[in-house]
T-cell receptor, first 114, second 113 residues
Framework: EPEVTQTPSHQVTQMGQEVILRCVPI?????FYWYRQILGQKVEFLVS????????KSEIFDDQFSVERPDGSNFTLKIRSTKLEDSAMYFC????????????FGPGTRLTVT | SQQGEEDPQALSIQEGENATMNCSYK?????LQWYRQNSGRGLVHLIL?????REKHSGRLRVTLDTSKKSSSLLITASRAADTASYFC?????????????FGQGTILTVHP
C-alpha cells in the first residue's frame, strides 16, 4: 500500500541553524501538508501546498518557514533559523483531492533544537 | 472550548471489551477524520465521515456523526492489546478550501491483555 515517507526520522540541530525536512508524498496525490506536534500537545496545521504554491498557512508558519517541491516526488519544509520552541514532531501529509479526501500522514521527523 | 475535543481523555479497558471515544466540535464541518497514533509514532488514518453521512464502518471500527449535536463517536469492538494508542479526531471545516485539518487533544486508550 502506498505511503508517505519522511526523512530523517530524527534531526538534532543547534539553535540558529537551518534545517530541511524531507517528505515523499503518495505518488498520485496532488495536495501536500505539513503539521507539527509539540510533545504532549495537539497536532497543529502549518501549511498546505498545491500546484507549486502555498494554499493556506497558519500563524505558526512565519517567515522562518518555507516549503518547496523541488522535483516530482519530494516535498520539503525548511526552517531557516531554528529556535528552541521549534522542537517538535513534524508530519507531512498528502491527499488525492482537497475537501472530502483522506489525508495520509508520514511517520514524522522528530526535530530537537538545542 | 476548541474545535475537536475528545472525551474521555484516557480510557482503560480489558481485551475483548468495546471502547467508545467521543469528539465534539464547534463549527460546521465538511468532514471528520479519525486517526490513531502509537506512542511517539506517526498518525494512521482510520476513517473519514462526511457531513452528510451518519455512520460508517471499517472492520472493528464504527464511526457515527451527529451534526445537530456537533459530535462524533468512534467505537472499537472486541478490543485487542494492539489497539492501545492515542486516538484523535480531526475536522475539516465547511468552507475551508485548502484542506486544513483541526485536531483534538486525543483519547489515550489502554487495552489490558
Amino acid at each position: 500500500e502506498p505511503e508517505v515517507t519522511q526523512t530523517p526520522s530524527h534531526q538534532v540541530t543547534q539553535m540558529g541553524q537551518e534545517v530541511i525536512l524531507r517528505c515523499v508524498p503518495i505518488s498520485n496525490h496532488l495536495y501536500f501538508y505539513w503539521y507539527r506536534q509539540i510533545l504532549g500537545q495537539k497536532v497543529e496545521f502549518l501549511v498546505s501546498f498545491y500546484n507549486n504554491e502555498i494554499s493556506e498557512k497558519s500563524e505558526i508558519f512565519d517567515d522562518q518557514f518555507s516549503v518547496e517541491r523541488p522535483d516530482g516526488s519530494n516535498f520539503t519544509l525548511k526552517i531557516r533559523s531554528t529556535k528552541l520552541e521549534d522542537s517538535a514532531m513534524y508530519f507531512c501529509a498528502s491527499s488525492e483531492r482537497l475537501a472530502g479526501s483522506e489525508q495520509y500522514f508520514g511517520p514524522g521527523t522528530r526535530l530537537t533544537v538545542t | 472550548s476548541q474545535q475537536g475535543e475528545e472525551d474521555p481523555q484516557a480510557l482503560s479497558i480489558q481485551e475483548g471489551e468495546n471502547a467508545t471515544m467521543n469528539c465534539s466540535y464547534k463549527t460546521s464541518i465538511n468532514n471528520l477524520q479519525w486517526y490513531r497514533q502509537n506512542s511517539g509514532r506517526g498518525l494512521v488514518h482510520l476513517i473519514l465521515i462526511r457531513s452528510n453521512e451518519r455512520e460508517k464502518h471499517s472492520g472493528r471500527l464504527r464511526v457515527t456523526l451527529d451534526t445537530s449535536k456537533k459530535s462524533s463517536s468512534l467505537l472499537i469492538t472486541a478490543s485487542r492489546a494492539a489497539d492501545t494508542a492515542s486516538y484523535f479526531c480531526a475536522t475539516l471545516l465547511r468552507g475551508t478550501s485548502y484542506g486544513k485539518l483541526t485536531f483534538g487533544q486525543g483519547t489515550i486508550l489502554t487495552v489490558h491483555p
